[in-house]
């Protein structure tokens, strides 16, 4: 039976990939790691929001706090 993952996991799956392409091809890959972090939040709510802003992100760190922002977001959402 698939469970799917929960916008956390989903979060956190994308922060460890996109830390792990980074450190393999250093900072040069935060263009590259954007359009996989917006793959990744497809289907969140709020996602249209958070992919803007991670478009327009110029370090890993700031694309991690919005993705912690996102995440934050799911579980605050969920426990209405």
């Known amino acids: 039976l698939y469970i799917p993952p929960t916008p956390a996991q989903k979060i956190e ?3 460890a990939h996109t830390k ?3 450190a393999e ?3 040069a890959a935060v263009s590259e790691a954007k359009g ?3 793959w990744y939040v497809k ?3 709020g996602a249209a929001e958070a992919r803007d ?3 327009s992100a ?3 760190e700031e694309m991690e706090n919005i993705m912690l922002a ?3 977001l799911s579980i605050s959402e969920k426990a209405i």
């Open 13 to 15: 799956a994308a922060l």
């Open 20 to 22: 792990s392409v980074i």
């Open 25 to 27: 091809k250093g900072p």
């Open 36 to 38: 996989q972090l917006a």
């Open 43 to 45: 289907g969140i709510r």
């Open 53 to 55: 802003k991670i478009h």
């Open 58 to 60: 110029s370090s890993f």
């Open 70 to 72: 996102l995440a934050r």
